[in-house]
T-cell receptor, first 114, second 108 residues
Framework: DAGITQSPRYKITETGRQVTLMCHQT?????MFWYRQDLGHGLRLIYY???????DKGEVPDGYVVSRSKTENFPLTLESATRSQTSVYFC?????????????FGSGTRLTVV | GENVEQHPSTLSVQEGDSAVIKCTYS??????FPWYKQELGKRPQLIID?????GEKKDQRIAVTLNKTAKHFSLHITETQPEDSAVYFC???????FGAGTTVTVRA
C-alpha cells in the first residue's frame, strides 16, 4: 500500500511498562522520523535517523529510545510508559534529497497509557 | 519557542469561498516549507511545498506564497469544497518542525 507501515494501530499499556512501536518502510528511504501528535501541539518530533546506525534527538525525546540497525526499520521504545505519553504516534520516511522533503507518514499508532 | 507558528487554529468558510492559512518561522536557516493535509483519523499527506528561492507556487485550487524577508508563508485554497475540510499543517525543514495545525471546515 503506502510502503510505510506502523504496528500496532492501537495499544493500551499500563504506567511503568515498556512498549515498542514498530515502523517499517519498503522504499529504502534514508531518513526516518518519529512524531507524536497531541491536540494543540500539532506534530512534534521525537527522534529521527539519517541512515542506519545514525539517530538524533528531536524536540521531545525524553522517555523514548530509538534504534536503526536496518534501513527499513525504525522502532520507538517507551522505556517506562507514563500517562503523558498517551498520544498518536506517526512514523515517516523521506527520500533524503532534503531531510524533510517528501515526507510520507505511516497510518499512526494510537497509544493509551493507563 | 516554536520555530513555526500557525494561524488561525480554526477556520470556517462557506463552500466556494477562499481559505487562507498563515505560518511564520523564526530561523532564517529554513529553506523548505511543505504543507500537509490530515483528514479525520488519517495520516498527514503532503499537498504542496515551496523552496526558499521561489515566491509562489500553484497546484490547481491550492497555492503557497513565501515572504522570506518577513519570514512567513501562506496556504491559499480557492473555490473551497466540502472535501477540503481537514486539518492543515505547515512545516519547516529547520529543526523539522510543524505548526500546531488549522482545522478547516467548509460549510455547504
Amino acid at each position: 500500500d503506502a510502503g510505510i507501515t506502523q504496528s500496532p494501530r492501537y495499544k493500551i499499556t499500563e504506567t511503568g511498562r515498556q512498549v515498542t512501536l514498530m515502523c517499517h518502510q519498503t522504499w529504502s528511504h534514508s531518513y526516518m522520523f518519529w512524531y507524536r501528535q497531541d491536540l494543540g501541539h500539532g506534530l512534534r518530533l521525537i527522534y529521527y535517523s539519517a541512515a542506519a546506525d545514525i539517530t538524533d534527538k528531536g524536540e521531545v525525546p525524553d522517555g523514548y529510545v530509538v534504534s536503526r540497525s536496518k534501513t527499513e526499520n525504525f522502532p520507538l521504545t517507551l522505556e517506562s510508559a507514563t500517562r503523558s505519553q498517551t498520544s498518536v504516534y506517526f512514523c515517516a520516511s523521506s527520500d533524503g534529497q532534503g531531510a524533510i522533503y517528501g515526507y510520507t507518514f505511516g497510518s499512526g499508532t494510537r497509544l493509551t497509557v493507563v | 519557542g516554536e520555530n513555526v507558528e500557525q494561524h488561525p487554529s480554526t477556520l470556517s468558510v462557506q463552500e466556494g469561498d477562499s481559505a487562507v492559512i498563515k505560518c511564520t518561522y523564526s530561523d532564517s536557516a529554513s529553506n523548505y516549507f511543505p504543507w500537509y493535509k490530515q483528514e479525520l483519523g488519517k495520516r498527514p499527506q503532503l499537498i504542496i511545498d515551496i523552496r526558499s528561492n521561489v515566491g509562489e507556487k500553484k497546484d490547481q485550487r491550492i497555492a503557497v506564497t513565501l515572504n522570506k524577508t518577513a519570514k512567513h508563508f501562506s496556504l491559499h485554497i480557492t473555490e473551497t469544497q466540502p472535501e477540503d475540510s481537514a486539518v492543515y499543517f505547515c512545516a519547516s525543514d529547520y529543526k523539522l518542525s510543524f505548526g500546531a495545525g488549522t482545522t478547516v471546515t467548509v460549510r455547504a
